[in-house]
């Protein structure tokens, strides 16, 4: 009852109190809510793309004794499957072909027959570069080792059989070939390391007549697979539609009884996308944590507030009987009111926020995850409230007398984290933590090229975490030490605002030290989370251009077809296209390394780091100009992968040997180049190895100039609708694509991940922390000295006079905040940027500094304080009466 | 009448209405009155009477709901402070974040005095009351009555021409208000300044010439020398 009786008062008399930590509260469970809400989203876009990314879901191959059709019947029936088709995989002693007058053999290679339906059925396994799509068609690789060109014919080696010969139809390139030729039901570690370098796919008719007799006598080169699409309709979570889809293909093998095995393509990627999914859950997390953090901070400021009265309060009630039972009681009623209230308020905040930023409420993908995050956020928001209501309560009830409690200044002594040098220990944990991570190359996460498994390092999250703790603390260290020490130069700071009035105002804020300290501390946090979280998202949607770029080529590529002999004179008729700004020839060449088959590509060395776009990341032991001036300088240089250069211990300046197919000839010719340097990435370039060289070197060494692709830079138009006036020029043989469509498709599932909509609800929530945090810390200052000023007015004091006061405390926090802020900023963006490095696929060469964002958080800073100071002299002036009668 | 002969403070017809309407409570009700120079008034009266509010209004630091008052000695409004009226409180009056020198350095600050000369006049204020030992002390490691003579100290620097003191010695002991009333009447007769303290105690208000008793919210004339007129 009379908690009841409290809690009433409470609401009539101080309604600003309870629903200012409700606010706090609110706050912090709103991020933490919108954070679960775009996770939820992201986890659902994870999924999504990653089964966008698979054309065949299931790869079932059938085991000796197996009958095709009684397969394709299984398969048909099981659970979700859309479609399936039979494909037969036929091994080849070699293939040849006589072009040109001259005659081609390759090694042993892989023959599929595939039914007519199957580019149809599962778009995306193979892309069709040259020719008619249907009929027999060759790899682009296989092509350009025969030199083979639609309507020219390939001899098929058959073991112990008379060779069969096919007329080529097209050239086709199969963008998923690792997947489509893995060995079915062997562990990652046994599957091939490349898929065949030599493969053709005939018409299924084509194959059974070609293979069925070398089956009867070597049933061992023959198998057959039946290849299945799924519905695609998958929980939104990647780890529960990847429990539905394995479920699925188990029940399969169970009904198979040992007659196939299932290739799970859908479920390795949905495997690789849920771990991804638990990185970003803690990558997420970990970006808008600062800001809960900070908003529990801002809370137990304005409780602390109101400190002094509520101390009053209790020795009131205590007088009268109360034990601190009841006294702590009816706190943890005040907290328990607030945490709802500022709970509910959260909650709907971020239901809000997900509808507007995400497109979605929901707060997580399962039922059972939004109701985590939900509970998980208002378990924080309750954490809250009861640290800066109930705790600061029941502290004073057991340890602190009333006198004491009232004694706000004075000499105090430093905190005890000051005195243990917490603020050192954190700052030197963090140099620690982020050297260990250094030294690991910050390789927090592991992904290593063409393995999908993946670990997350979480105690790299130290490092930035330690700093940005280690970092407040020592800055209200710093503000601290120049009030108390610091006096003189600070009366000679404050001489222009406060004239005369300098030194008492100096005095005076060193007394105040503790609570400017903590305003000035909560400033540059609020600061430091903004800038860092702004340079963090700016750099990640930088980076992920440039992925997107980097696999494109430009804003528009066309990628020539292999045999297709386009000169760079072509470029003169796409720069006619509206919309172009430059048009830059790229030579595209395969290159035997030993007997590694590699990309090179010919480059005019005065013009492609503008047209190209290259960035200093891409290149190692030099700049992209550096490097490209000494490609310039040696005709003959050529730039390697840093894996080619390990593999054959090159050292700068030494002579480099490749086998290029000469254009006259048709025959593979030795060509000396000499190694000057290492390149990383390269537009249109695979992730892997690939060569650099003079484009007119490599001309002059094969006798043709034909060009690979042209990189295309728009001025300024849609690069879609410039891809679609490129179209119309160079027919349908030569693909083009545009970097808007690039940007949808590329990336892991996780850089694929769209952070605008968590970068819009960070940023704003920083700007309000930042703003409010400012604002508040004065206002509420200020208010606790109204009587102060009550004083100086009494003795005469203008309005310019409490202005001294007011303006040098307000900038006092503003300035230091804000220098503080944006120095401390700017080293947890870089190590927030170098420790996440794994998420940046490229590694940025520099974080992009959103200066726009930043200009606007020192904007309304400055307003926010402005305003608070001009209001709190409004105010000092109105209530002086009032608050002189209490004199 | 010379400006030395003239009233420091007129009262005609005063009131001071606080709220409005059912809920208004009048503090200050049809007060006429003056305060010479050199007077000694002890302004008396039960808690609630209107002694305080007479007294801000008397400092210039609340506006009458009706009548008028002026400072014929000092001038107008604009000009009674810093400098020619200063006015001691009941509670403690320092300001917490500065040390004892600073408190009593401030009138002089504002009234543009310069930071020399103002600590001079405030080392000189404070030795006086003899509080020249905790110059550097902050209020609140203060007694009661240290605290409030150093209100009175920092009241004397600014050779106020009217020193008001608003039950001065309602939170200290006998001793400590006695001494508290004594650094009053010394400095009012050091500058020669008029003096009007309000108090519940009857030792304190013998020990002044001149009493005013308030009654609520009117002003009931008590004195012996006439050399002030209250008129209900």
């Known amino acids: 009852m009379p908690a009841m009786i409290w809690l009433r008062g409470l609401l009539r008399r101080r309604p600003g109190r309870t629903l200012a930590v409700a606010a706090g509260v609110a706050a912090s469970v709103a991020l933490l809510a919108s954070i679960g809400a775009f996770l939820s989203v992201s986890k659902s876009t994870m999924t999504r793309r990653a089964a966008q990314g698979v054309p065949v879901d299931w790869q079932v191959e059938g085991q000796a004794g197996s009958k ?450 903590r305003a000035l501390a909560l400033v540059a946090l609020s600061v430091i989370f903004a800038a860092s979280t702004a340079v963090f998202n700016a750099t990640y949607q930088q980076q992920s251009g440039v992925d997107a770029r980097l696999t494109n080529g430009a804003d528009v590529t066309v990628t020539e077809s292999p045999g297709a002999n386009v000169p760079p004179s072509f470029a003169t008729k796409l720069a006619s296209v509206k919309g172009v700004k430059s048009v830059e020839p790229v030579q595209h060449r395969f290159a035997y390394v030993g007997a590694d088959l590699q990309d090179l590509y010919g480059v005019r060395t005065d013009s492609i780091v503008n047209a ?104 300024g138009s849609s690069p879609s609708t410039v891809a679609a006036g490129v179209r119309s020029v160079v027919g349908p043989n030569a693909p083009v694509t545009d970097l808007q469509t690039s940007r949808r498709v590329v990336g892991s599932s996780l850089t694929a991940v769209d952070l605008a909509g968590l970068t819009k609800v960070e940023l704003g929530f920083a700007l309000v922390f930042a703003g409010g945090s400012a604002a508040l810390l004065l206002v509420l200052g200020f208010a606790e000295r109204r009587r102060s000023f009550a004083i100086a007015g009494a003795l005469g004091a203008r309005r310019r006079h409490l202005g001294a006061f007011v303006w040098s405390e307000s900038g006092y926090v503003a300035v230091g905040g804000l220098l503080a802020g944006a120095l401390v900023g700017w080293v947890l963006s870089n190590m927030l940027i170098k420790v996440l490095t794994g998420v940046f696929d490229p590694a940025p060469a520099a974080a992009a500094v959103p200066w726009a964002y930043l200009g606007s958080l020192t904007a309304l800073i400055l307003a926010a304080i402005v305003i608070a100071a001009a209001t709190v002299l409004r105010r000092i002036r109105r209530q002086a009466l009032t608050s002189m009668r209490g004199l | 009448m010379s400006n030395d002969q003239q009233p420091v403070v007129v009262c005609e017809a005063v009131a001071r209405t606080f709220g409005a309407g059912p809920a208004a409570v009048v503090a200050v009700h049809g007060v006429s009155c003056r305060v010479p120079q050199n007077a000694r008034i002890a302004l008396t009266g039960t808690s609630g009477s209107g002694k305080s509010t007479l007294l801000h209004l008397l400092a210039g630091l609340d506006f009458p709901t009706a009548g008028t008052i002026t400072w014929p000695a000092i001038g107008d409004r604009g000009a009674l402070r810093p400098g020619p009226v200063a006015i001691v409180f009941q509670g403690p009056s320092l300001m917490p974040s500065l040390d004892v020198l600073e408190n009593v350095c401030l009138p002089p600050l504002l009234a543009g005095a310069g930071e020399a000369v103002s600590l001079q006049e405030a080392e000189a204020a404070l030795e006086r009351l003899g509080l020249g030992r905790l110059l550097h002390a902050l209020p609140e490691e203060l007694s009661g009555g240290q605290a409030q003579r150093v209100a009175v100290a920092r009241a004397l620097v600014g050779a106020p021409q009217l020193l008001l003191a608003d039950e001065p010695t309602g939170q200290l002991d006998h001793v400590a208000g006695a001494l508290v009333i004594d650094a009053l009447v010394d400095t009012a007769d050091h500058l020669g300044a008029a003096l009007v303290i309000s108090t519940h105690d009857p030792e304190i208000a013998e020990r002044l010439p001149t009493r005013w008793c308030m009654s609520d919210g009117r002003l009931l004339t008590e004195s012996r020398d006439q050399v002030a007129v209250g008129t209900a």
């Open chain 1, 68 to 517: 095709p059709a009684d397969l394709l019947a299984a398969v048909k029936a099981a659970s979700g499957v859309q479609a399936a088709l039979p494909v037969g995989f036929a091994s080849t002693t070699g293939l040849e072909a006589t072009t040109g007058g001259t005659t081609q053999t390759t090694g042993p290679g892989v023959v599929l027959g595939i039914p007519a339906s199957y580019a149809a059925t599962f778009p995306g396994e193979i892309r069709n570069l040259v020719g008619t799509p249907q009929g027999v068609l060759v790899a682009q690789q296989t092509a350009a080792n025969l030199h083979v060109k639609p309507g020219d014919t390939i001899t098929i080696g058959r073991a112990g059989m008379r060779a069969a010969r096919v007329r080529v139809d097209g050239v086709v390139e199969l963008p998923k070939a690792d997947s489509l030729f893995q060995k079915v039901g062997a562990p990652v570690g046994s599957q091939p390391s490349a898929p065949p370098d030599n493969v053709l796919l005939l018409p299924d008719a084509t194959w059974h007549a070609t293979f069925d007799p070398l089956a009867t006598t070597r049933a061992d080169l023959v198998r057959t697979q039946i290849h299945a699409r799924l519905d695609h309709n998958l929980p939104g979570d990647p780890s529960a539609a990847f429990s539905s889809v394995t479920g699925r293909a188990r029940n399969l093998e169970v009904t198979l009884a040992g007659s196939g095995l299932v290739g799970n393509n859908l479920g390795a990627v949905l495997d690789a996308a849920r771990k991804d999914a638990l990185y970003a859950q803690v990558l997420f997390l970990f970006l808008g944590l600062p800001g809960a953090v900070l908003a529990g901070l801002l809370t137990a400021a304005v409780a602390a507030a109101g400190a002094d009265r509520r101390r009053q309060e209790q020795a009131i009630l205590r007088a009268r009987g109360a034990t601190n039972r009841r006294l702590v009681g009816l706190a943890t009623v005040e907290a328990v009111l607030a945490a709802t209230v500022g709970g509910i308020a959260g909650l709907a905040i971020a239901w809000l926020v997900g509808h507007a930023a995400f497109g979605s409420g929901s707060f997580g993908a399962t039922p059972g995850a939004a109701a985590t995050w939900i509970v998980g956020a208002a378990i924080v928001g309750f954490v809250i409230a009861v640290l800066t209501v109930a705790v600061p309560a029941w502290r004073d009830a057991r340890h602190q007398t009333v006198a004491a409690g009232r004694a706000a200044i004075g000499r105090a002594t430093s905190p005890r984290w000051q005195r243990w040098g917490l603020d050192i220990i954190c700052l030197a944990a963090s140099a620690v933590v982020y050297w260990l991570t250094g030294r690991n190359g910050y390789q927090l996460v592991l992904v290593p090229e063409g393995v999908s498994a993946i670990s997350v390092s979480y105690w790299a999250f130290a490092g930035p975490a330690l700093l940005w703790v280690g970092a407040g603390l020592f800055t209200w260290r710093l503000a601290d030490l120049f009030l108390s020490r610091g006096r003189p130069i600070m009366r000679r700071i404050l001489r222009p605002i406060a004239g005369d009035l300098s030194s008492t105002v100096a005095s005076s804020m060193s007394r105040e030290r503790r609570a400017l300290g």
């Open chain 1, 612 to 715: 190209g776009r290259l960035q200093n990341a891409y290149f190692q032991g030099g700049t992209a100009k550096g490097l490209m001036k000494e490609l310039s300088a040696r005709p003959d240089g050529i730039l390697v992968s840093a894996e080619t250069a390990k593999d054959f211990q090159l050292k700068l300046g030494d002579e480099f040997r490749l086998r290029l197919v000469d254009g006259r000839t048709k025959q593979a010719r030795s060509v000396v180049f000499h190694y000057v340097g290492q390149a990383k990435e390269f537009p249109t370039a695979p992730k892997d190895s690939f060569m650099i060289a003079n484009s007119s070197y490599v001309a002059k060494a094969t006798g043709s100039d034909a060009v690979g692709a042209f990189l295309i830079e728009t001025s």
